[in-house]
């Protein structure tokens, strides 16, 4: 098994605020290294790191917005988020919890901080990722798995270095609680300081790893410090991290859809035309009516 280095450290970039409630820093699609093709099947990364909101009557968020052609998965770390959408279904992302979302054929739906948490308002952090889909399931119908943090299996490390929760697919043989249309890797790390955890995946699959708490060495070579994010390098399988201090890593790595993409806003598909019939429908009210 030949090693995975890391080809680069990515510092975070400077934050936007998606709506008025979510303060993130992109980190796919970037120019840099790190396009939608580079980074298949993980079309976009947005990281809030850990940010204080002040309490608020009206809950801040994003309004309703269409999705088409892939999959939104919400990790809340900390705070509360609520989601409704266009097919009467909603629920809250509590602390721990994670939304997986397949917008596939297409959904509207809006994001707003939880009313009650909003009151008080508190510490945020969270990631959303896009994940696309394969041409034949783009436009299969839509569904949501609502992953509560304790359905989500864990694994303890060895040497009192911590666990490993798999939020979908594999981490020594215990299996995540999500399902996936193609192969993907998605696993927080919880390290205790001068624990570590090795991983191994397919050379070919793209690999990142996102530094949400604390210091991190991988490989024992390369520094990833809180809030950044480690690009994999294709050269291997196996790597490993370690905590200089208490950590929290997420790890996601996906074996590439190898089609061709073609984005604008919120739709992916894999051909221009196909964009264009996104919007069509969207103008033609085919992603059907949600309430703002
Ligand atoms: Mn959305």
Redesign the pocket.
């Given at each position: 098994m030949k090693t995975k280095t890391v080809e680069l450290v990515a510092s975070p970039r400077a934050p936007h605020f998606v709506g008025d409630g979510f303060r993130v820093h992109n980190f796919i699609p970037s120019g840099f290294r790190m396009d939608m093709q580079r980074m298949d099947p993980f079309i976009m990364l947005d990281y809030n790191s850990t940010y204080k909101f002040p309490p608020s009557e009206k809950p801040k968020g994003?309004g309703v917005?269409p999705?088409r052609g892939f999959e939104?998965v919400t990790i809340a770390y900390k705070g509360k988020v609520a989601h409704h959408d266009s097919s009467g279904g909603g629920g809250i992302i509590n602390e721990g919890d994670v939304q997986w979302?397949t917008a596939a054929s297409g959904v509207l739906?809006k994001?707003y901080h939880e009313k009650e948490w909003s009151k008080t308002g508190g510490d945020f952090q969270m990631v959303?990722l896009w994940v696309n889909l394969p041409a034949k399931d783009k436009m299969s119908a839509p569904k949501y798995q609502a992953i509560k943090n304790s359905e989500i299996q864990r694994y303890a490390l060895e040497n009192n270095s911590g666990f490993i929760e798999v939020i979908a697919g594999d981490y020594n043989g215990i299996k995540g609680a999500a399902s996936t249309f193609t192969p993907i890797h998605m696993l927080n790390a919880q390290l205790n300081k001068g624990g570590t955890a090795a991983f191994n995946f397919p050379s070919d699959y793209n690999t990142v790893v996102l530094v949400l708490e604390g210091n991190i060495v991988i490989n024992d070579n390369d520094e990833a410090p809180t809030d950044h994010l480690a690009l994999m390098a294709n050269d291997g399988e196996a790597f490993q991290i370690k905590a200089i201090d208490d950590a929290l890593v997420l790890v996601l790595s996906g074996a590439p859809i190898n089609e061709p993409i073609a984005a604008h806003g919120?739709f992916v598909m894999n051909t221009h035309q196909e964009l264009q019939e996104a919007f069509d429908d969207f103008n033609n009210g085919k992603f059907g009516y949600l309430e703002d």
């Open positions: 994003v917005h999705h939104t979302m739906h994001e959303q919120p």
